[in-house]
Structure formats: C-alpha cells, structure tokens
C-alpha cells in the first residue's frame, strides 16, 4: 500500500546532471516533503553522471515517474549497437555498470506521455492533430513495443524523419516511428502537423511556414496545459496552457521543477558540463 502525495512536481531535462538533480530534491523536499515528482524525459547523456541519476531517481520507488526522451531511447540503442556513441555522449558509465540491465529494463517501462491533474507531460512536443486523449492512446501503442519481447529489433527501426506528418491510416513502424518523433524530438511543425526537426533555434524565424509545435492554431491540446522540456534554446516557458521545462542544466544553465497545483517554482545553477557545438 502506498501513500498517496499530494502535490506533484514536474522537473526538466536531467541528461546524468546528478549533483544537480541532489540540490533541487533538497529544494523540493524543504518545500514539499514527500511530493511526488514527475521528470519530463532525457534522464542521461551529455552530463557528468547518468548513472548515478538513474540509480537515484530509480530508488525513489513509486514517489518518481519519468516519460522517455530522445537521450533515453539513444541509450537504448547504443546498448545494443545500433547506434554508436556520439563525441559529446557520456553514456559509457551506464553500459559498463554491473546493474546495467536492471536499469535499462526498469528505463524502458517509463512511459512517452503521462496526463497528471489535468495537464499532459511528454519530453518534445504533440502535434496538432492530436488531442490529449490520442497523444496517450498513441503513446501507449509505442510503450507496449518497447515494453514487449520484439522491442530491439523495433529500435533498429525507429531511427529516421519519415513519415514527416501524421495520417491515422500509418501502420507498422512508419506509424510508431511518427509517433515517437514526435513526442521525442519535435520542436517545429507546420499548421497541418509537417514536422521539422533540423532548426533548434527558439523562434524558427528561419523556417518559413514552420512554428514552435505549441503555436499552431488549431491545436486540439490546447485545453489541457501540456508540459514538456527538450527545448533548452527555448528555456523556460510558463504560459496558461504551456509549461517548458528545459532550461540547459547540462550547458550550465539552470535545473528547473514546477509544482503543478499552483506552478511554484524551484530551480538550481548548474556547472557547465557541455559546451554547445
């Protein structure tokens, strides 16, 4: 039986930023003890410690949920060699570790998509098509491969920008790999949902008749607040119904968590671990 928590916090993108990750659940916990915490995706990779920030958010037990981020699902596959290791990727430690496969088995049971007191947290961005309802519905069709037996061979496939824009008659791994882009990499859409995932800048003025995925117009998450990170060019992002939590922890920026009943706020500075580039 296990005891029920009363507020719940989001935090932004850890990516193995443990001594940060330390402070903030310090903050956290004078503020808020016992709060559940809910992290928005892209738990390792490029900071100092990722595995040591698995190890501790996976001891919190029932208290800690994450969804997946594109960084997670990199781990995965550099674990099973499909994809190799990038210069700025510090994802050695956790595939050399003993527990590595307790980790990894216990990583790829986080959901893509969670919806929390009427707000729907994902790592990247939902396209407009999708309402709430679907963008969970879709993210569990992504779960339950990954969760199930075939789960490597679909990772060999996952990689790659097609289909660009959303159609409900997709199948197989064309549909899942949309559906994984993005809620794991979007940042750019057109107002008919054509992703676009060259341009990281924080406005895409460069990208004639693209704009950030949360401004299309018709949008049908717009009635439910959506929490997300993987934009750290964006920073953070506090609008009716929008909060971005990515504020470049891992590039020495901030380490953000956003209580969500009334949206206090609690950051820490963090050292600069990578240097954009």
């Known amino acids: 039986m296990t005891t029920p928590h009363s507020d719940v916090y989001a935090i932004g993108d850890l990516q193995g930023c443990y001594q940060s990750l330390v402070g903030?659940?310090?903050?956290?916990?004078?503020?808020?003890?016992?709060?559940?915490?809910?992290?928005?995706?892209?738990?390792v990779n490029r900071g100092p410690d990722s595995l040591a920030t698995l190890r501790l958010i996976r001891s919190l037990g029932d208290r800690a949920q994450s969804v997946l981020g594109n960084h997670d699902l990199?781990?995965?596959?550099a674990a099973h060699g499909i994809r190799k290791l990038h210069r700025q990727d510090t994802l050695?430690?956790?595939?050399?570790?003993?527990?590595?496969?307790?980790?990894?088995?216990?990583?790829?049971?986080?959901?893509?998509?969670?919806?929390?007191?009427?707000?729907?947290l994902l790592h990247a961005g939902v396209l407009p098509q999708w309402s709430a309802n679907q963008t969970l519905s879709?993210?569990?069709?992504?779960?339950?491969?990954?969760?199930?037996?075939?789960?490597?061979?679909?990772?060999?496939?996952?990689?790659?920008?097609?289909?660009?824009?959303w159609d409900d008659a997709l199948?197989?791994?064309?549909?899942?790999?949309?559906?994984?882009?993005?809620?794991?990499?979007?940042?750019?859409?057109?107002?008919?949902?054509?992703?676009?995932?060259?341009?990281?800048?924080?406005?895409?003025?460069?990208?004639?008749?693209?704009?950030?995925?949360?401004?299309?117009?018709?949008?049908k998450t717009a009635d439910v607040t959506v929490v997300?990170?993987?934009?750290?060019?964006?920073?953070?992002?506090?609008?009716?119904?929008?909060?971005?939590?990515?504020?470049?922890c891992v590039w020495g920026g901030k380490l953000t968590a956003v209580r969500l009943r009334d949206r206090a706020l609690l950051q820490v500075s963090c050292p600069q671990a990578q240097k954009p580039g």
């Open 92 to 120: 050695a430690q956790v595939l050399d570790a003993p527990d590595r496969e307790e980790l990894l088995e216990w990583l790829r049971h986080r959901p893509l998509a969670l919806f929390e007191n009427d707000h729907l």
């Open 74 to 77: 990199h781990l995965f596959a």
């Open 24 to 43: 903030l659940l310090a903050r956290i916990d004078d503020a808020t003890p016992n709060a559940r915490l809910i992290f928005v995706g892209d738990l």
């Open 228 to 248: 997300f990170g993987h934009w750290s060019t964006l920073g953070l992002t506090l609008r009716p119904n929008l909060i971005g939590l990515d504020t470049g």
């Open 171 to 219: 199948q197989g791994n064309a549909r899942l790999r949309c559906i994984v882009n993005a809620l794991t990499r979007l940042r750019f859409c057109t107002e008919d949902g054509t992703m676009e995932f060259a341009a990281k800048e924080s406005t895409g003025a460069s990208l004639p008749g693209y704009l950030p995925w949360f401004d299309a117009p018709s949008r």
């Open 138 to 165: 879709l993210a569990r069709e992504v779960e339950a491969i990954l969760q199930g037996p075939n789960w490597v061979g679909f990772l060999r496939e996952m990689y790659g920008n097609e289909p660009t824009r």
